[in-house]
């Protein structure tokens, strides 16, 4: 009798474990999914960053390229912090995933 309800209890940790595992698992899919995502979005932003920065209108005149440059430096300066922000965001999932 005793045994029997040990051989139960122990079918029902496994059972318990098994779930738990399944569900570490689908939760680590998850992570991979947003690192991804997010990894999408830095390479986006930094392409368009490098545009802002570099790809201008065209003119080779310095002084119309320093003007260029002038006008773009708040939006450029605004990509830098959803870059920065996207990157902790990456960091964050990625050490979440090791500690899973």
Same mark, same amino acid.
């Given at each position: 009798d005793r045994s029997e309800k040990i051989g139960q209890r122990l079918a029902l940790s496994n059972e318990r474990f098994k779930e738990l595992e399944r569900r570490r /698992?689908? &939760? @680590? &899919?998850g992570f =991979?999914? *947003? @690192? =991804?995502? %997010?990894?999408?979005k830095l390479k986006y932003v930094e392409k368009q960053l490098f545009r802002v920065t570099v790809g201008l209108t065209g003119n080779s005149d310095e002084i119309d390229v320093l003007q260029h440059v002038k006008e773009t430096a708040l939006r450029s300066k605004e990509m830098q912090g959803e %870059?920065?922000? %996207? =990157?902790? =965001? @990456?960091? /964050? %999932? &990625? /050490? *979440?995933?090791?500690?899973?």
């Open positions: /698992n689908m &939760e @680590i &899919e =991979k999914t *947003d @690192i =991804k995502m %997010l990894r999408q %870059l920065n922000h %996207l =990157k902790s =965001k @990456i960091y /964050n %999932l &990625e /050490n *979440d995933v090791r500690h899973l």
